[in-house]
């Protein structure tokens, strides 16, 4: 069994930075791919950004250069840095992980960016 639990959720203003993080326990040493999706209200849940067990990462076009995606083995965490958030950035962003037989889900945390 695998635990995802995510932090760093909060308020912020348009322009400013959140980091935040997904901490995995159980036995993930074989994960295919982690990563950050997000859902706002009445929105479809949409990926940000990937990485690969081999440190390959992807992003989705709307974070591209502001977003950052990167994770430490020896903590078995993920982060996601975000800089100059935007008010459409606002959503609730769940951490995923990829095993070779099942995929695991945090319960996400809350991401509000005021105008």
């Known amino acids: 069994q695998v635990q995802l639990v995510e932090s760093g959720g909060g308020l912020v203003q348009a322009g400013g930075s959140l980091r935040l993080s997904c901490a995995a326990s159980?036995?993930?040493?074989?994960?295919?791919?982690m990563g950050w999706y997000r859902q706002g209200t009445g929105n479809q849940r949409e990926l940000v950004a990937t990485?690969?067990?081999?440190?390959?990462?992807n992003y989705a076009d709307s974070v591209k250069g502001r977003f950052t995606i990167s994770r430490d083995n020896a903590k078995n965490t993920v982060y996601l840095q975000m800089n100059r958030l935007k008010p459409e950035d606002t959503a609730v962003y769940l951490c995923k992980i990829v095993l070779p037989i099942t995929t695991y889900w945090g319960q996400g945390t809350q991401v509000t960016v005021s105008s």
């Open positions: 159980g036995s993930i040493s074989r994960f295919l791919v």
């Open positions: 990485i690969t067990s081999g440190g390959s990462t």
